[in-house]
């Protein structure tokens, strides 16, 4: 193996079980001050939402961006944190009944089959709250200004112009709230969809880094389109796993995608042109990362690791 993919790994795996750690701490039954109780239903179903399962791999991106400009790692892992907390959410409510209806999430029963719906809608809920109290802490950056930065990044890549947004796009691609007919989307239409619902969320977690590091405008740059490129590869990634990959392996249902006629860059190209759609915004990652030279080593690895992952 390469030393930089072997780095790579061995810093995804570093970086996975720190985020884990302070996750179970911020996830802590313990009351903090300003809130009258902790109910212990809702921290079952939040931790049980967060821990113990998930590549990490946002976490690793805000980590390894922040790095490139020496940013120190505890302060990174916190807005790590904070994503994955709006990840998790995410896949708590796109695993909803009323939403893609699936009983499978990290090789585990969803939220809502090993609690119930409602108490599954209110660990979204709370979760997504959470993110921005990890924030605004002391902990994040000694600077107001980068922790109001961030939040505000965070919000726009979260919400209705991002992932939110994206969500209602996808669901509405299968022909969710018109006549009950898929929509046909081109290849562009997809591609805002998918840059929105999976691609947001990728793309703050380089900015972040970024932001954290208070950068000058070329290297925030680069890192916008470096995120940007790894997110769209994401999504496509995460498609040929619902055509080809094993349910034991990936750890959700597959095959659900065509049957409920979701709008993805495979069902408008095909596999093929999708695979070389996938290695064209791979090799646009590597190439975003120019001006970090040799210090991009790992990330342009991560950007590989993304096509070639099997889960
Ligand atoms: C799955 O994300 C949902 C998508 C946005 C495609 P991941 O593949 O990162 O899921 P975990 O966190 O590793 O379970
Ligand atoms: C999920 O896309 C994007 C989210 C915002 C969660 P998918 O619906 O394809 O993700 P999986 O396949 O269920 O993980
Ligand atoms: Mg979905
Ligand atoms: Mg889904
Ligand atoms: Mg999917």
């Known amino acids: 193996?390469?030393?930089?993919?072997?780095?790579?790994?061995?810093?995804?795996?570093?970086?996975?079980?720190?985020?884990?750690?302070?996750?179970?701490?911020?996830?802590?039954?313990?009351?903090?001050?300003?809130?009258?109780?902790?109910?212990?239903?809702?921290?079952?179903?939040?931790?049980?939402?967060?821990?113990?399962?998930?590549?990490?791999f946002r976490p690793y991106l805000v980590v390894e961006a922040a790095a490139l400009f020496k940013v120190p790692q505890s302060q990174a892992l916190m807005v790590g944190a904070a994503l994955e907390c709006i990840h998790c959410y995410s896949l708590v409510h796109d695993d909803l009944p009323a939403m893609d209806n699936d009983d499978?999430?990290?090789?585990?029963?969803?939220?809502?089959?090993?609690?119930?719906?409602?108490?599954?809608?209110?660990?979204?809920?709370?979760?997504?709250?959470?993110?921005?109290?990890?924030?605004?802490?002391?902990?994040?950056?000694?600077?107001?200004?980068?922790?109001?930065?961030?939040?505000?990044?965070?919000a726009r890549a979260a919400g209705v112009g991002g992932m939110v947004g994206g969500q209602i796009l996808d669901l509405g691609a299968e022909g969710r709230f018109g006549d009950g007919k898929p929509q046909r989307l081109d290849r562009q239409g997809v591609e805002i969809l998918q840059g929105m619902k999976t691609g947001a969320l990728l793309r703050f977690a380089c900015l972040s880094g970024a932001i954290l590091g208070e950068a000058d405008a070329e290297r925030r740059n680069a890192l916008d389109r470096y995120g940007s490129a790894i997110g769209k590869a994401f999504q496509i990634a995460d498609d040929l796993l619902d055509l080809e990959g094993d349910p034991a392996t990936v750890g959700k249902a597959t095959g659900k995608d065509a049957a409920a006629h979701k709008a993805t860059l495979v069902s408008v190209l095909g596999v093929d042109e999708a695979r070389r759609k996938l290695a064209e915004f791979v090799a646009e990652a590597e190439a975003a990362l120019a001006p970090f030279g040799a210090d991009a080593a790992v990330l342009k690895a991560a950007a590989h690791f993304v096509a070639e992952r099997t889960s």
């Open 1 to 56: 193996m390469a030393d930089a993919t072997l780095l790579f790994k061995q810093r995804l795996d570093g970086i996975a079980s720190e985020t884990e750690a302070l996750l179970g701490r911020v996830l802590a039954a313990e009351v903090l001050p300003g809130e009258l109780a902790r109910p212990a239903r809702l921290i079952d179903v939040m931790r049980y939402s967060a821990l113990g399962g998930g590549k990490r």
């Open 104 to 154: 499978l999430r990290r090789g585990r029963p969803t939220a809502h089959k090993a609690f119930d719906e409602a108490t599954a809608i209110l660990a979204g809920d709370g979760l997504l709250t959470i993110a921005f109290d990890i924030l605004s802490r002391a902990e994040v950056h000694p600077k107001p200004q980068v922790r109001i930065d961030l939040v505000s990044a965070l």
